[in-house]
């Protein structure tokens, strides 16, 4: 009998260890992050040991890499393949917000941008979902390296639910083609508004029915079983598919906005939930993002990610149980 645990979420996305700089002058250093980080603490946050290790994920740790931050990533008990490599350091990102929480990123060491051959060996190969966040063109790529590793394995494995979300400095007309040429493979795209909207060269729109209208512009290109989910900020999340139409979901803050404290990898960790939430779920997309909005409000109540601690037995993430907010949640919006 296999007794390797049935992973739900891969990410492909980086492990970053991030420096923060506010308008005020303030500085944060040594702070977790990274695209695939946030990820995989929005599927983590539904899946309580010993589900936990349906968690997959990649982290490539340098010679700098602080060991209470190691500790930390351990405790999730989740399926982490840990990389420590002296020879070099760990991937670093400069993170400075301007005006209107808009964010400026540079790198500040050199990137280890994970590839399909790192999936190699590993039990996230098997992965129900994979998490994407790449160009259109990589995209591309690391679904046919994805799918061509998967088949080599045999037979048994489910179909791989791809969930991709575009990086936005690519999200332009330029790549708009290989946007397209993308679609037909991925399951679920999944940009916020801003991004949607640059891939046709308009500025973020302001209105929902603006909002769903680029949305759908995406639609023709993508399977009848698939969907797009925006990230829409305040707004919530639209999700939208060719069978089923559109729905919108609320923010979880909508009710309390001033728990708002930082937005930083929001997005990434709504992306992450949702995928849990999507084979929880038996593939329901609305469901899925209702999971989605669920992480990504414990995502923003602090700098960072959100922080795991237990109560008689009971993991409690930001002092409250998941599945109260999710049961809250969906009370409010009657579902």
Known sequence: MDSVPEVLFASMGMFIIDEIHYLDGTCLRDIVGGAGTY???GARYFLPPPASKGVGWIVDAGSDFPEQIKQDLLALDTTLILREDKSRLTTRGWNGYTENEHRAFKYMTPKKR???????????????????ICSPERATS???GIEGRRTALGAGL?????VWEPVPDLCTPDHLEACYAALPSVDILSPNSAEAAAFFGQDEPKEKDEIEAIARRFLPYMRDDAA????????GSLVLTKKSGST???????PFPDRVV????????????MCVGYVLSGGDFVEAAIYGNIAAGLSIEQVGLARPSTADGVELWNG???????AEYKKRIGR
């Open 158 to 162: 489910p179909k791989a639910i791809i």
């Open 248 to 254: 919108w979901l609320e923010s979880y803050h909508t």
């Open 114 to 132: 994970l590839t399909t051959d790192d999936l190699e060996g590993t039990p996230l190969i098997k992965s129900r979902t994979f998490h994407l």
């Open 320 to 326: 409250s149980r998941v599945t109260d907010r999710l």
């Open 228 to 235: 797009i989910v925006i990230r829409a900020g305040s707004y």
């Open 39 to 41: 990820a995989a603490y």
């Open 142 to 144: 690391l679904i046919e």
């Open 262 to 273: 930082d937005p930083t990898g929001a997005g990434n960790t709504f992306v992450g939930a």
